[in-house]
């Protein structure tokens, strides 16, 4: 059972061009988190989302920022124009499906993929 | 005042020692704890679920205290191994919400 997976894991962009990060979450896992985290710096929250929905963007800058996840397919972290000040790892996570009172707790865990590094020349 | 609040550390204990961490959160309607462990450059990794009042796995033990509000992590016979940073995590079901901590420095010396 393959874990998290994440695509490309290191990524060189100039400044102004597009970056795409994608995730492939767990098998069976329909939610999935995305995090950024600067150098020496905690894990920030970005967005969370289940197949085709947004539930939760509250991290997200409100520019340049996107993410969604596809029916088919893997979650796309997509970052345009970027700028020197968005390199940063981007974590992607998942879990099996979000904890309900009453429910197992371990529905809320996450696992982690292993990371994109983004650098912004 | 942060959600989850940790010591930034770094605690920097002999091999051997017993070292514990504390996490408090401000948010009572918080209904799922963990603890990660992140080395450098790494990805967080899960340590511990914490439910109920708490619960051990091996050297590590971890206990939910809700009146006061808080988690902590006890790590027993510490290995070099252990040498990471540690994470607090809370969880709001309702709000679908979840809260890292800004994670905790462990370095165990020889």
């Known amino acids: 059972n393959a874990g998290v997976m994440q695509n490309p894991r290191h990524l060189v962009r100039r400044r102004g061009q597009e970056a795409r990060l994608r995730c492939s979450p767990m098998?069976?896992?329909?939610?999935v988190y995305w995090y950024r985290q600067l150098p020496e710096e905690g894990l920030k929250f970005m967005v969370y989302?289940?197949?085709?929905?947004?539930?939760?963007e509250s991290g997200m800058p409100k520019e340049r920022f996107s993410a969604e996840f596809p029916k088919e397919g893997p979650s796309i972290l997509r970052i345009q124009q970027v700028v020197r000040g968005d390199s940063a790892a981007y974590f992607c996570a998942s879990s099996p499906g979000q904890g309900v009172r009453g429910r197992e707790p371990h529905t809320d865990t996450q696992y982690f993929g292993p990371g994109t590094r983004l650098t912004v020349l | 005042r942060k959600e989850v609040e940790q010591d930034p550390g770094p605690f920097n204990v002999p091999e051997g020692a017993t070292v514990a961490f504390n996490c408090t959160y401000s948010?009572?309607?918080?209904?799922?704890f963990f603890w990660y462990r992140q080395d450098c450059r790494k990805e967080p990794k899960l340590l511990m679920s914490?439910?109920?009042s708490g619960n051990e796995d091996g050297r590590f033990t971890a206990q939910l205290n809700r009146a006061s509000q808080y988690i902590s992590l006890l790590i027993r016979d510490s290995k070099l191994s252990d040498s990471a940073t540690y994470l607090c995590v809370a969880w709001y079901s309702s709000a679908s919400k979840i809260i890292f901590g800004s994670g905790t420095r462990l370095s165990i010396r020889p």
């Open positions: 098998k069976g896992h329909s939610h």
């Open positions: 914490v439910y109920s």
């Open positions: 948010n009572s309607a918080s209904q799922s």
């Open positions: 989302l289940q197949k085709e929905n947004i539930i939760d």
